[in-house]
């Protein structure tokens, strides 16, 4: 079959984007999914989302991994499909969609996609990392010398190391910037690959480092490989409410392939 798809990145986390709206994509086909994301045979990308009907909300988004599973939510890719709503004209400056972890509004100003992310009350704190679900599992763990960390195996090893093992996490590494700016390296589980970019993963970080006081700010800067992006909250006694991701989401091309 020929495949007509777009190619979307949000700060360098790129992603394959079907319009399934027709059901025309098969979701159990791992194999297909892991060849379209490849980079050397396949189109190439560090996931695969499907927009779909919502027989309530704007659409629906599904996520799969590089490895071609479908996997927990994906920030930089939910930013993504905002704008890829918007340029079917499904939206227009806002929308209500849903994800495998529930419902996400979003909004479109001044070119940036605001993405509001699950609300956050339990935070495991540790001597050298924190743990959080911000949609999808991450480790938090400050580094000093972040330039030159081996972000790819250094992450291998915590993400298949206890406790987190086959069902692994996300890890990030981090190094505090100023007050409220934090530079951050991610190695993404499912791509088991450091990526440019991880939109859950910043966002675990911001309230990770508020919640261990390294902050008191509530509108948080994360520096990350492939640009720049933005994390602000309001904590209500221990639970971190109204959490916005924002940044960049830009179409690189539309292609078909014969798959
Ligand atoms: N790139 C993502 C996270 C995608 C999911 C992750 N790889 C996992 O399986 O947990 C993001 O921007 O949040």
Redesign the pocket.
């Given at each position: 079959m020929t495949l007509t798809f777009y190619k979307y990145q949000?700060t360098g986390?790129d992603f394959v984007i079907v319009d399934n709206r027709q059901h025309i994509f098969n979701k159990n086909n791992t194999k297909l999914i892991a060849f379209l994301c490849d980079r050397k045979f396949g189109i190439g990308a560090?996931?695969l989302i499907l927009l779909e009907n919502h027989p309530e909300h704007d659409f629906k988004m599904v996520?799969f991994?590089a490895d071609g599973n479908e996997?927990?939510?994906?920030?930089?890719?939910?930013r993504c499909i905002v704008a890829f709503a918007e340029f079917l004209q499904l939206i227009k400056y806002e929308t209500t969609f849903e994800a495998i972890d529930g419902l996400h509004y979003a909004k479109i100003e001044n070119g940036l996609i605001h993405l509001q992310m699950k609300e956050v009350d339990t935070i495991q704190i540790f001597d050298t990392h924190q743990f959080l679900d911000?949609?999808?599992?991450?480790h938090v763990q400050l580094v000093d010398d972040l330039a030159t960390f081996d972000v790819k195996n250094q992450g291998r090893t915590i993400r298949y190391g206890q406790p987190y093992k086959e069902a692994?996490?996300?890890v990030n590494f981090v190094k505090q910037i100023d007050q409220n700016t934090f530079a951050v390296r991610?190695y993404?589980?499912?791509?088991e690959d450091e990526?440019l970019?991880?939109?859950?993963?910043v966002?675990a970080v911001a309230i990770a480092m508020h919640k261990t006081g390294q902050t008191n700010a509530s509108e948080i800067n994360l520096n990350v490989e492939g640009g720049q992006l933005k994390v602000a909250f309001s904590k209500e006694e221990d639970t971190y409410k109204n959490v916005m991701l924002i940044g960049p989401a830009t179409q690189v091309f539309k292609g078909e392939i014969t798959c």
């Open positions: 949000g986390n560090d996931g996520y991994n996997s927990t939510m994906c920030g930089n890719g939910g911000t949609g999808s599992p991450h692994g996490t996300n991610t993404e589980r499912g791509v990526t970019s991880c939109g859950t993963g966002t």
